[in-house]
């Protein structure tokens, strides 16, 4: 038997409080998470998104840009980074090199 499980996720690139550096993180978003991230209209958009990361992401001072995968019923809504360089910041963040 074979199981799929479908998560919604945000991955985060900002500054954290302290020491104020850049960081980074991902949340697993629940189903109630995913309905408080709609918009007024009921959709998930970018804003609506980027207005539930404020007041909810609360390890970072202000975050740069995200990258979003949300399981919305049968449809997967992907909100992708507003700058393609955020990814691989984002990347190096999460797992640096090490230096030799």
């Known amino acids: 038997m074979k199981y799929t499980v479908r998560e919604s996720v945000i991955d985060v690139l900002g500054y954290i409080w302290m020491p104020h550096s ?3 993180t991902s949340y697993t978003l629940s189903n109630h998470d995913v309905e408080n991230a709609r918009d007024d209209d009921g ?3 970018r804003e609506s ?9 609360g ?4 975050i740069e840009d ?17 700058e393609e360089e955020n990814e691989f910041r984002f990347a190096n963040l999460m797992n640096p090199l090490e230096e030799w």
Do not use: M, Y
């Not at 998104?49 to 992401?57: G, N, P, R, Y």
């Not at 390890?59 to 202000?62: A, T, V, Y």
């Not at 995200?66 to 507003?82: H, R, V, Y």
């Open 66 to 82: 995200f990258w979003a995968s949300l399981e919305d019923g049968n449809e997967t809504i992907e909100i992708p980074w507003k």
């Open 22 to 24: 850049e960081g980074a």
């Open 59 to 62: 390890d970072f001072s202000g």
């Open 49 to 57: 998104v980027q207005h539930w990361l404020d007041s909810h992401a």
């Open 43 to 45: 959709r998930l958009t």
